[in-house]
């Protein structure tokens, strides 16, 4: 069984970055995967993905500060996160970006304060 494990998250000043990263078990290697975004009162946000090859994308709201990348040899993904906003506090989960979804992990939150 697909197992997700989300950690680096924490408490970072507006304009400041955070790497989190996401490790996989259970699969022999990650096709596609992305990192969600959830706020109380609100669904869950894809905010990056990225694919074989090494194809990325991202929402409106994060292109050019954050980064998404995965390291294939260790089941892991990453997102760096710089110039942090307010409004990017959330619980950051990852998952599969499209598809039926993996059983989700408990995420990681990041808030983003003065």
């Known amino acids: 069984q697909v197992q997700l494990v989300e950690s680096g998250g924490g408490l970072v000043q507006p304009g400041g970055s955070l790497r989190l990263s996401c490790a996989v078990s259970g699969v022999s290697s990650i096709n596609a995967m992305g990192w969600y975004r959830q706020v109380p009162g609100k669904g869950r946000e894809l905010v990056a993905s990225?694919?074989?090859?090494?194809?990325?994308n991202y929402a409106d709201s994060v292109r050019g500060r954050f980064t998404i990348s995965m390291n294939n040899a260790k089941n892991m993904v990453y997102l760096q996160m710089n110039s942090l906003k307010p409004e990017d506090t959330a619980v950051y989960y990852c998952n599969a970006p499209w598809g039926l979804p993996q059983p989700w992990g408990q995420g990681t939150q990041v808030t983003v304060s003065s």
């Open positions: 990225i694919r074989s090859g090494g194809i990325t």
